[in-house]
């Protein structure tokens, strides 16, 4: 199994119901570290499964009030922008909204990688190349803690520190996305296989799953990845 | 636990204990409401004959006198209308049932009636019921304009936006349990209201797979600055909060059910003035997992009068409230009026605050009963402070009162994030923001009044409530004046006080030495000390010639303080030292005044005993020496 710590000043792990004004779920989520561990290390032939987080730190909660814009970025609209003249005003696009955050968290991502069936190459191959990076620091983009404005900072495990002493129901809590293939799908997005990577047309829905924290450390059941190809 | 899984086993245990639900913000009579059902006025009652022709048509009224008479309240089938054409079965106002317009010419009219009769038909056939197909008959050779000269004639207050329901032959189709199923299955079939097929998909709440709710059935109301209509709790109305192409509320997948019951849930506890709070902005509920809830929302709007007795009698005979007793006091109070509460009850409190039409969710807490009053009882104990003055002052204090002292104008301003602080340090005992000390102090420095008993006692909580590692104090006794206080920021603030009251004694000036100097000693004190002392030497020479055990005592009191001031620090005083400061000047208030009471009561005793005893005559030599 591998390990990867990770921490920061903020995360927030928003709750699905609680999406437009922010609520966190208490711990990291299974996607969430995920997410994580593909900032630092990933390829198509190999996919990431989480086997448990373990917190390290108190969870503490913090109310933060932010400014926020009202809709997406489109690419279209840039485009048209940059023929036409033109742009995008924040002020005139303004929301104020509140988030409930995690404050100072720090976990231990612990996971395994699973290789696809059009791997080639030897596990050890990605495992040493994982722990490689991981020590050196290097990263596809920095990782964040389910925020892009919660940016993480990541190194290897320090033995010395232990997990806290709390064990809760926290619910149900988002697994993670399942995506399906389906010809008039709502969801455009990239799989990839043995001919490299595609696009395919798909629906995503949300998987969620009973989590608990036992003695500090949050165990993710097997059999999730059973049923969810990534 | 989520949020809303807490809300739907809330509402599940009331509808178990057979509590009745909530709707329209009115109490709901008799038994268990059936599934999208909710209390509704009904205005008007349509009588048919079983072969669907129309008998006569009956008023129904609320029994109001007052206003526009909306009907009696009935439960009827209910479902959340905004732009789109929705009917409810069997009853509904008049633009549905009858075709009447609200709005001359409104060509959406015929649209809604024929929604309705679509509706009520599809049931006839589904149920089979008799007097349903009675309805659909008469819907099926209605004509509004010929219907409404034979029937309404007489009913000059007629009004298309009321709501109109039907009689067959002595039944009441709504209340047929054919009828409610059939209401019933129309949510959470997989259809929606454009034809489309609804996302298949794993409740977040129940963890069931199927289909899922577009929109949320019943919305929340009575939070405070929110609209009145009700507001959502999983909504997505724009793009940036869509993802995966998941829209509205799908975005958080849940079942129809569930969302029905979640909301109830917490329609039901904001209705009860016991299981919600409404103050500075944030709206609060409180619920446990079994038996009552405690009167948390009350005792923090009005702290009881038990519990000030409970301070007094602690005072008299030791300077410290003891929290087990203000504990036992709660728990007492508590348990008379509820005797079903039990301690090792989960206990649950969110903060609410509105955005646009949706909720945001400040505080999430769970505890148990026990925790929730321990801290509450703690709570109160940090309020213990001696009084200063006892014609004004209170004992201990609501949180708007408390949050108050912050602010010039507590009305202008934006006190969620202060308000939400305080209810959580009662409940969960967090501690309170540092940013508070900052607030009070300026307010100290500003306000004439300096420093209030609000806010000693804030900040006195603010002080016990965090570990304040470089501020040198005795944490164990802020309660009253303790000449122990290590920290010399304390002792400045008793010598503000003391010089004050020195001036006091000798002359009545309309701009006092703390109107003048509070500000300054309070930052600065390097600065200023020097200056006051030496200015207090001409006013003590004074009272020395005047009065002169006045002058004896003023001057004891002054070095017993300056003997606790080794050096005055020389930096500015950090915002925690400014704090003490405002304490230690009010406790040195409290305790002059309470000397001042004493004298003037022992004054007052030897007068009531002299005017009892008969005065001797004077002697000649009193005069002489004169």
Known sequence: MLELKVWSDYACFTRPENKVERVTYDVMTPSAARGVLEAVFWKPEFEWQVREIAVLKPIRRFSLLRNEVNTLASERTARAWAANGGGFLAEEDRAQRHALVLRDVCYVIRADIVPRAHATDPLQKYTEMFTRRAEKGQAFHQPYLGNREFTAFFGPPDPSETPIDLSEDLGRMLFDLHFQENGKGRLKYRAHGEGGARWATGNATPRFFNARLDKGVLHVPRHLYGEVDA | ?626
Not at chain 2, 381 to 410: F, H, W
Not at chain 2, 540 to 558: D, G, I, M
């Open chain 2, 1 to 626: 636990m989520s949020l809303l899984h807490q809300l739907r086993e809330y509402e599940l245990r009331m509808r178990r204990e057979g509590k009745k639900p909530v709707s329209e913000g009115e109490q709901a009579g008799g038994d268990e409401m059936p599934f999208m059902y909710a209390l509704q006025p009904v205005r008007w009652r349509v009588t048919l004959r079983g072969d669907g022709t129309v008998l006569d048509v009956q008023p129904l009224s609320s029994g109001k006198t007052k206003g526009k008479d909306l009907g009696k309240p009935t439960p009827a089938p209910n479902l959340v209308r905004t732009v789109g054409i929705k009917p409810r079965l069997l009853t509904d106002n008049a633009e549905y049932v009858l075709g009447f317009a609200k709005k001359e010419g409104d060509p959406k009219v015929g649209q809604r009636h024929d929604a309705f009769k679509a509706l009520v038909q599809a049931c006839a056939e589904a149920t089979g019921e008799p007097s349903v197909q009675a309805v659909a008959r008469f819907l099926g050779g209605h004509d509004p304009a010929s219907f409404k000269e034979k029937y309404l004639a007489a009913f000059s207050d007629f009004t298309p936006d009321t709501n109109v329901t039907f009689s067959v032959e002595g039944v009441e189709p709504l209340t047929l349990p054919a009828v409610q199923r059939f209401w019933a299955a129309q949510f959470g079939q997989g259809d929606n209201e454009n034809g489309a097929t609804a996302l298949i998909a794993e409740c977040l709440i129940t963890g069931e797979v199927g289909p899922v709710m577009e929109r949320e059935p019943v919305k929340i109301k009575g939070i405070l600055g929110g609209q009145t209509s009700g507001m959502n709790f999983i909504s997505a109305n724009a793009q940036a909060f869509e993802s995966y192409g998941l829209q509205a509320s799908q975005i958080a997948p849940v079942k129809f059910e569930a969302a029905e019951q979640y909301a109830n849930g917490l329609n039901r506890l904001l209705a009860d003035p016991n299981t919600s709070l409404k103050v500075g902005g944030v709206t609060y509920a409180f619920w446990t997992g079994e038996g009552a809830v405690p009167l948390v929302s009350r005792t923090l709007q009005e702290p009881p009068a038990e519990l000030t007795h409970r301070f007094a009698i602690q005072k008299k005979r030791e300077k410290k409230a003891r929290p087990e007793e203000v504990r036992q006091t709660l728990w007492g109070i508590f348990q008379g009026e509820q005797p079903t509460l039990k301690p090792g009850a989960a206990f649950h409190a969110v903060g609410l605050t509105p955005s646009g039409s949706r909720i945001a969710v400040r505080t999430h807490l769970t505890s148990t009963v026990q925790e929730a009053v321990d801290n509450l009882s703690d709570y109160f104990t940090a309020q213990s402070l001696v009084i200063a003055n006892p014609k004004y002052d209170r004992e201990s204090y609501d949180i708007r009162t408390l949050v108050s002292g912050m602010y010039r104008d507590i009305n202008k301003e934006h006190t969620a994030p202060d308000v939400d602080a305080l209810v959580q340090f009662a409940l969960s005992g967090r501690p309170l923001p540092e940013s508070f000390l900052a607030r009070l102090a300026a307010r100290n420095r500003a306000d004439e009044y300096r420093v209030t008993r609000p806010r000693a006692v804030l900040t006195k909580m603010v002080l016990l409530s965090r570990d304040r590692k470089e501020l040198d104090m005795d944490k164990d006794s802020l309660d009253a004046l303790n000449p122990g206080q290590p920290e010399p920021a304390y002792h400045l603030g008793r010598l503000l006080a003391v010089l004050d009251d020195i001036q006091g004694s000798v002359m009545r000036a309309n701009t006092t030495l703390v109107d003048r100097f509070y500000g300054s000693m309070s930052i600065t004190p390097y600065a200023v000390v020097g200056r006051l002392i030496h200015g207090s030497q001409a006013h003590l020479q004074k009272l020395r010639k005047e009065n002169e055990p006045a002058y004896r005592a003023k001057q004891r009191e002054l070095e017993d303080v300056m003997s606790r001031l080794a050096d005055i620090p020389a930096k500015p005083l950090t915002t925690a030292q400014q704090s003490l400061f405002a304490l230690g000047y009010y406790h040195q208030r409290a305790e002059i005044n309470a000397g001042i009471r004493e004298r003037a009561e022992a004054k007052k005793a030897r007068a009531e005993a002299e005017k009892n005893v008969p005065q001797p005559e004077p002697l000649l030599t009193e005069g002489a020496v004169q």
